[in-house]
Structure formats: C-alpha cells, structure tokens
C-alpha cells in the first residue's frame, strides 16, 4: 500500500488526507499545532462559509491567471456541497453563500474528523516538519520528533495569514529548499492603513459606498458594499477585496490612494443638484446641520469643516462652489494608504509558491516527483465570500487523488516519455 504524508492540517490537508485514502492510501497526516482545523472555527465568523455558488474565474488571483479556474472547474462548489453532505454536513443557500445548516463551523471540522477516523487516517499533532529529503525511494520527512517516510508528501502548510490558527509561514521554507520559487507574500483580505489624522474622529461609521484603489493615476481594483472606518484607516468587505492591490502596489513602493464614493448611485453633477435643490428646500438649516439624515453626523461634521464652510452658514446661503465641492467630497473623497494590516489580521495571503512550477491536472511539483501542493501555500488568494475554501478543497482534492494513484506520478511519465 502507498504511503502518502500530508503536512499541515488545515482545510486543504484534510481534505488532501481524506481523498488520499480514500483512494486506498495510507496515509499520514502531520499538523504541528495540537489540534488539525483551528482555521475552519473562525471561518464565516465562526459559521464557515464554505463555498459560494456564484463562481467564475474573477474570483480567483494569481500570477498564473488561468491555474486557480483549471483546479475549481474540476471540483466546484456543487462538488464541495456534495461531498460535505456525504459527511453529514447538509447546507444552506444565503444569497449564494454557502453554509452549514447549524450555521457551526464546527460541524464542518467534526464531520472532516470523523472522516479522517473512518479512513485510518493516522493523525499526529504537535508535529513540526523541518525538511523534505526525496530519494530513490520516496521522501523521509524529517521533524522535531521521529523521522516520517512516505511514497509521496503533499505539502499544505497554509499561508502566514491569521497565524495564531497555526499559519506560520513554515512550509515556504520547505518549498524553497526544493528548488521552488516563491512570489512575495503579502497580506490580503485585510483593512487599509491611512495617512490622514481625521480618522479618529470619524472611527466606528458604517456606511454603504464604493472604494477603489489607485495608482500612478489609474484605477487598478474596486468594490462597493458596507464601508467600515476605523481610527486608523478603512476596512469593511469591499476593503478585504481590494486590499490585496493595495498589498502588491506599496510592495512596490509605489503612491497609493484609496477613493470614497458615499453616493455611488449618483453622478457628482446629480450629487450637486440633489445637494442644491436640499439647500433651497430648507434655506434656515444652519451649514451643521445640512447634512444630518443624509449621512452619518461624524461625516457631516468632517466634510463641512474640511471644505471650509462655517458650520452657522445658512444652507440658503450656501454657494455654488460650496455645494459643488462638498459634492465632489461625497463623491471622490481621496485618502492615501500608507499600510495594511498585519499577517495576524489578514484572512488570507497573495503570493506562495509559483503555480507556474506546479502541473495544474495533478498539483505536482514539476522539479520533485511525487510532491504535491495544496491550499493557502500556493500563489493564490480567492475574495471574500467561502472562495479560499472552495479552492482548498479544490486543490486538496486534487492533489489527494494524484498521490493517491498506483504507479509512477504524471511527472515521472512525461519525464521518461
């Protein structure tokens, strides 16, 4: 029977682990925190959102464009809500997202448990992984305890995101010393670090928008949804989304801006006709407070101070240029992103090992047969919304039936052939 070593217990590992010996492996999976699944606990805000029926190319990133779709397309969220109800997990449908129907992430991990018991899976924690030695004969992986041997090893540390889940960072050093390059790993899915002093002042507003990011005069990402400002900067799902660009562009040390739009559904000229036609509705409303229940008062107050309008100023005597430029405030209120939140408050990670030295059928590595990758650790990041789970089992799956499979690996083939 093929021995295969799965290192790192996380969503791909576990279902790397399950597929492999289902596949009739014997397989042993090697986690180095105390327990396998910390990560899925905290997933969906403790409900795990574990796949999204809205899936499209989009809502994958990397270097590699097209790898992350040609792994999804041949295990997709239809497939993911299958297998988990094959475990027991039965799920439910908000507006695409997809959960369990006891909305606990910890059903999710129980039932992968007790698959992963079913299967004879040999579990062993506490275990940390220092090298990965091929030889003629498979791998010896060495640890801080005795040495594991095995026929394959699928490699799915995770990523350095949320680390106190057991996201060290640890298996980019393994992949490296086998010859793998790996892209810089930046924080992503993350709240933004602003330069601007005010934020203090507005912390704690919530509010419907768009943000965008931008770069040497160009728009590079955007999203819109709840805004969420801190007192450091901005956060918020459309935030998470477009982080990872922020990530990449001050990696480069490049000038990076951020773009509040607070009324995204007007145009800045029907922002400035509704704003004037407000003002001769109510002509006696003082400048304080001719804003008041059209935004939030913490904003009203900034921008009426910021475009130097006495707040004891009539609305009706409010001029054009005024309301033109609190229009263009509302509109295109530009902050400059200086940071982003660190790896311990980042859900995910862009960048990892470089998927283009990774076969996309089988997860292989194309320097060492008979290693395999899967999950965070790779160069591929997916946006908010159950998609960095959909590609963990995606990849583990596939990575699991590879190492799995009798007989010489993929890449073992191509090399003699």
């Not at 899925?40 to 999204?52: P, V, W």
């Not at 997709?76 to 997202?97: E, H, P, T």
């Not at 640890?170 to 810089?184: E, Q, V």
Request: proline share 3%; net charge positive; aromatic share 8%.
């Amino acid at each position: 029977m093929r021995t295969v070593a799965v290192i790192g217990g996380g969503a791909s590992g576990m279902m790397a682990a399950v597929t492999a010996a289902a596949g009739g492996a014997h397989v042993i999976l090697l986690e180095h925190k105390d327990r396998i699944g910390k990560k899925i606990l905290s997933t969906g805000n403790g409900r795990c959102n574990f796949t999204n029926i809205y899936q499209e190319p989009i809502c994958y990133h990397s270097e590699n464009p097209l790898f992350p779709w040609k792994v999804i397309q041949k295990f997709d969220a239809q497939a993911a809500i299958s297998f988990f109800l094959q475990l027991g997990v039965y799920s439910k449908n908000r507006n695409g997202y997809i959960y369990p129907n006891s909305d606990q992430a910890s059903a999710v991990l129980d039932a992968f448990r007790m698959e992963l018991d079913r299967l004879g899976v040999d579990i062993r924690t506490g275990v940390a992984c220092r090298e990965i030695r091929p030889g003629k004969k498979g791998f010896t992986v060495l640890t801080d305890r005795q040495p594991v041997r095995a026929d394959k090893v699928i490699l799915c540390t995770g990523s350095k995101a949320a680390p106190v889940t057991g996201s060290d960072g640890s298996g980019y050093d393994l992949a490296k010393n086998l010859g793998h390059r790996i892209l810089p790993v930046l924080p992503a899915l993350t709240a933004l670090q602003c330069e601007e002093k005010f934020f203090k002042s507005i912390a704690g507003v919530r509010v419907n928008g768009t943000v965008s990011i931008w770069s040497d005069g160009a728009c590079i990402a955007k999203d819109t949804g709840e805004l969420q400002i801190t007192d450091y900067g901005i956060s918020g799902i459309p935030v998470f989304q477009v982080s990872r660009y922020a990530s990449k562009l001050l990696y480069a040390k490049k000038e990076v801006e951020a773009v509040l739009d607070f009324m995204p559904d007007f145009t800045e000229e029907q922002m400035y006709a509704f704003l004037r036609t407000r003002a001769n509705t109510r002509p006696e409303k003082s400048a304080e407070m001719f804003l008041i229940g059209l935004f939030h008062k913490k904003l009203c107050d900034l921008w009426i101070r910021l475009v130097k309008i006495p707040r004891q100023k009539t609305s009706g005597d409010l001029t054009d240029d005024e309301i033109r430029r609190l229009s263009h405030m509302i509109k295109e209120f530009r902050v400059r992103i200086i940071g982003t939140n660190s790896y311990d408050k980042a859900q995910v990670c862009c960048g990892g090992v470089d998927t283009r030295e990774i076969d996309q059928a089988t997860l292989e590595s194309v320097y060492v047969p008979g290693l395999y990758f899967a999950g965070e650790l790779l160069d591929v990041d997916g946006m908010c919304g159950g998609y960095n789970l959909t590609f963990a089992w995606a990849s583990g799956y596939a990575a699991g039936m590879a190492a799995a499979a009798e007989g010489q690996s993929q890449l073992s083939k191509k090399r003699q052939n």
